[in-house]
């Protein structure tokens, strides 16, 4: 991941918790496109949440077998849009605003949860990793859970703006496995946070970062990039033509590596 870049755009703390965010002249015009396809497995655990209109967007991936995963997907693509877009009603956009929303949107996604449990005891082991992102004033607003990541394309270069939260992802950051290895470590599909009835493990940091005109912006869960590497996924969002071919291209070329996972992904474009 090049510190420059990512550095770029994500250096400005100040600019969002000091100076109100409430006070934007302009809107960024942004268009999307999303899908979720099965892949190798016999049934898609994954959702997706994608609103031009409200400018927010979200991939959810489901964990805990059949049922339960797909449920807690369900819970949190129909829980988390809604709570947020909400409070963000009710508060001023500061950055603080922003980031209670957030916070409260993901409490309520475990929350019900955790109701949906009471009435089926059999899916205590439901959860979901998910990414989220909301665009304001020129900067996009993004926060996620567990593997599922979020990847900005400015002028061509790719930036990965998510670190996983994974067992894995641990053992790279402690230099036991470099990242060739991790791609094919028997424990790369355990992760360390989660949305679920018993709540997260640990806190979802909630980041901003600057997009510009003509950027374009992923999110997506597991099943696409345990095919595709990062160079790879570059290559095709900077020769697509729009939204809907991006997303159209990336799922193909997962699913011709012959995608062991549910591949669903949202790609939206300033």
Known sequence: MPTSIFQRHLATK?????????DCSFELAIRSAGASVRGGRDYNEDRFYRSDRAQFYLVADGMGGHLGGAMA???????????WQSRI???????SGIRSAYGDALSSAT???????????????MGCTLAVAFVYCGRMYFGHVGDCRIYLLHRNKLT??????????GLIDAGAI????????????????SVSPQGLQQPSRLRSAQIDMGDRVMLTSDGLTDELADDEIRQIMASCFDPQEC???????????NAR???SCVVFQT
Not at 247 to 257: S, T, W, Y
Request: proline share 2%; glycine share 2%; no cysteine.
């Open 111 to 125: 929350r019900e949860m955790s109701a949906a449990v009471s009435d089926h005891p059999e899916y205590d082991r």
């Open 73 to 83: 997907s369900q819970i949190a693509m129909e829980t988390i849009p809604m709570v």
């Open 247 to 257: 997303v159209d291209q990336l799922i193909r070329a997962a699913l011709d590596r």
């Open 160 to 169: 990965r703006l998510t670190k996983d939260e994974t067992l894995v992802q």
């Open 89 to 95: 009603r009710q508060n001023t956009l500061s950055y």
């Open 178 to 193: 470099d990242a060739h290895q991790a791609r094919v470590h028997r424990w790369r599909h355990i992760v360390t946070n």
């Open 261 to 263: 996972d549910n591949v």
């Open 14 to 22: 100040s600019a969002d918790k000091n100076a109100g965010v409430d």
